[in-house]
């Protein structure tokens, strides 16, 4: 998430626990979380609380370590939102090409000195990397789903570029809630609570 502060107000908070659950406190919500694991699955159920109305972005901020040869595994045709650069404009387009003629943003490499963000109207991505498969799913009734993209392949930042890749589920259609459209971003409803689930799984294909 961009913005102020960067990557938004409960990034850098401490949690604090309370029973099976955690929270961060901040004046204008709660943000609170229970995560379970079972075998190769992890499902997080989070709650924000807030005054209705109240309008906000979340994202499962999952910087990845995968080689070259790891692709994405999203809806084909899935609305993408490309962003070129560190500014709020952003081009129009569909997965995994984004606009036409665009990057393969499907691709996680090699290294071609690239940098792009994006963001794509879809609740699920598979992450295949040789025999492993990571699949992340966000669930959040009534309210915008998404995947956000960091695809850095050297790109950035310019005087010293490195790699990085980060594939994450989240509530909005947008980095910035001050770029936010009417229906770009999540908004408490009347109950004062929103409720969301994400979920991991991991795969490994047996075949050697």
Not at 73 to 91: F, K, N, Q, S, V
């Amino acid at each position: 998430m961009r913005g102020a502060p960067d990557h938004g107000d409960a990034w850098s908070r401490p949690w604090r626990r309370d029973g099976g659950e955690e929270y961060v406190d901040r004046p204008d919500f709660r943000l609170a979380r229970r995560i379970v694991t079972e075998a190769d699955t992890l499902v997080a159920d989070y709650r924000l609380t807030a005054a209705p109305g109240h309008r906000f972005l979340w994202a499962a901020h999952a910087l990845l370590d995968v080689s070259p040869q790891a692709v994405l595994d999203i809806r084909d045709g899935a609305p993408t939102r490309l962003y070129p650069d560190e500014g709020a404009h952003w081009i129009a387009g569909a997965w995994p090409t984004g606009p036409a003629g665009g990057l393969p943003l499907d691709q996680l490499g090699p290294d071609d000195g690239t940098a792009v963000g994006a963001v794509v109207a879809a609740p699920e991505v598979s992450v295949r990397d040789g025999r492993d498969t990571l699949r992340l799913t966000v669930e959040a009734e009534g309210q915008p789903v998404s995947v956000a993209l960091w695809r850095n392949l050297g790109g950035f930042p310019a005087d010293r570029p490195y790699r990085s890749a980060g594939v994450e589920p989240m509530l909005g259609r947008v980095f910035d809630l001050a770029a936010a459209g009417e229906h770009d971003a999540a908004r408490v409803p009347g109950s004062g609570e929103v409720r969301w689930r994400l979920t991991i799984t991991a795969g490994r294909d047996p075949r050697p």
